[in-house]
């Protein structure tokens, strides 16, 4: 048990990035446009000032607020994590946003704010901090997408993300209720330790775990409730669909471990075969329907639901090994999503969006280094030797092997193989078509920086991946 703490050190970053929202959204009223770049600015030092203040603790166990606030090693190793990839996206952001009319602050206040829910969820101990923080990521990313209000895909994409994210909010608070019920707790440890006196097949404490799986699985994307991810990913503003598809997985792994491994481990023979239904059409309809799409934008949002279901499959071996692997897939997933949609944006310039399959064609021609970039991105999508991705694969494989299911590891490489179909074929139409746009490419040199390092982390970091997977091991340990 995590023992409770005096010092507020361990909450810091959460007050800091939350003050400094509120402080740049008061600022931003009284700057002209010639002068938005400060609110930028401003977002990105907040960034930095979040993981030196998470680093001055990075390691430390303990808990605030009676347990409803925790420090550990995964949540330090999350959000500085988290940090990274929303300081490449607002990079990534400011010239599509700049070309858009949407240089604003309420962009940058929105994605602060949804920061701070992240970074509550990540660090929750309990299951009214964890749903406060998830709201509070949920309400920022609606406002978000609805962003770009002339725009008629925005707008109905924004719809069905608030209704079905409703719904789905709903769902999840219904079934915390349930095992509320069950167990007369909202603490996570106080349930994990109640559940492990009950008996396994409690009735109120099964149909709660069903509903939490669902909220859980809808803010994941998983199959049956994905039906929002590829309509949101497509209609909303790339640079907003850069930032739903990076950070806010970081967030959901972390509620799928307070919440199944922190309270409701002791559960694990009732949610294992759910996960394994959950996983296998994930990874079914994600990687079939993902071959059918034209669209850049969609393909990839088919491909975070095959992704996901990888990810899933992890999580089902209910072990730490499974849980470590499955954090590393995750940590390696955000990194390559973040070079898939960073090159949509970077391509991207006034009237014209990038997102088109045929958009790529002879991009080897028009620019040979993007294109290269874009490769390696797409090979570690698909798992191809030797990229980050198919370490992270690999592992998962691994984990499902040393848990006695085999049978699953083997679905698991034959959808691989499958997927790889529609990565190759982007990587096809750069190198061996003719291009169709000849437009010159206008993003700053800062970006374009920024994007060769994003791409090439997926090749520098293979000398370390046993020592980020002995980490992602550590860190799971610490909870379980």
């Known amino acids: 048990m995590t023992p409770y703490l005096t010092s507020l050190a361990p909450a810091y970053p959460e007050l800091f990035v939350f003050s400094m929202a509120c402080v740049i959204l008061m600022l931003d009223l009284f700057l002209s446009e010639q002068r938005r770049f400060i609110t930028c600015g401003l977002s990105l030092l907040t960034l930095v000032g979040a993981a030196a203040l998470t680093l001055q603790n990075f390691g430390a166990a303990g808990s605030l607020y009676g347990g409803m606030f925790v420090d550990d090693l995964m949540a330090d190793t999350l959000k500085l994590a988290m940090y990274t990839v929303l300081f490449f996206v607002l990079v990534y952001s400011r010239d599509y946003l700049g070309s858009r009319g949407m240089y604003r602050g309420e962009y940058f206040v929105l994605a602060l704010f949804g920061v701070t829910g992240m970074m509550i969820m990540i660090s929750a101990g309990h299951m009214l901090t964890l749903y406060l923080g998830l709201e509070l990521l949920s309400l920022s990313l609606y406002a978000m997408v609805a962003m770009q209000r002339d725009s008629v895909p925005a707008t109905e994409a924004a719809m069905k993300y608030f209704v079905l994210g409703a ?66 990913y497509h209609g909303a503003p790339t640079s907003v669909t850069l930032y739903l598809s990076t950070a806010p997985k970081l967030a959901a792994f972390a509620m799928f471990m307070r919440l199944l491994v922190g309270g409701l481990e002791g559960l694990a023979e009732s949610w294992q075969p759910i996960l394994t239904i959950l996983a296998l059409l994930s990874l079914a309809v994600g990687n079939i329907i993902a071959i059918a799409q034209t669209n850049l934008k969609r393909m990839l949002a088919y491909s975070a639901i095959a992704h996901m279901g990888f990810f899933l499959l992890a999580i089902l071996t209910a072990g730490p090994n499974g849980y470590g692997s499955a954090m590393f897939y995750i940590l390696i997933y955000v990194v390559m999503s973040l070079g898939a949609f960073g090159l949509v944006s970077l391509l991207s310039r006034p009237g014209f969006e990038a997102d088109q399959l045929e958009d790529y064609k002879g991009l080897n021609q028009r620019h040979p280094w993007l294109a290269f970039l874009m490769l390696i991105t797409m090979f570690s999508m698909a798992g191809v030797p030797p990229t980050a991705g198919f370490y992270a694969k690999l592992l998962v494989i691994q984990s499902l092997i040393d848990g006695g299911l085999v049978w699953l590891a083997a679905v698991a490489v034959m959808f691989s193989v499958i997927g790889a179909y529609y990565y190759l074929r982007v990587v096809k139409l750069m190198y061996f078509d003719k291009p169709t746009d000849s437009a010159p490419i206008t993003a700053g040199t800062d970006v374009r920086v920024m994007f060769s390092l994003n791409a090439l982390a997926l090749l520098a970091i293979i000398p370390w991946v046993g020592s980020l997977m002995d980490l992602c091991v550590r860190a799971i340990r610490a909870i379980v």
């Open 167 to 232: 719904l789905a909010s709903g769902m999840l608070l219904y079934g915390l209720s349930m095992v509320y019920g069950a167990t007369g707790s909202l603490d996570l440890a106080a349930v994990r330790k109640t559940i492990g006196a009950m008996k396994p097949d409690n009735m109120i404490l099964i149909f709660g775990l069903v509903f939490v799986i669902v909220g859980l699985s809808f803010k994941l994307g998983a199959v049956p409730f994905h039906m929002w991810v590829p309509d949101v």
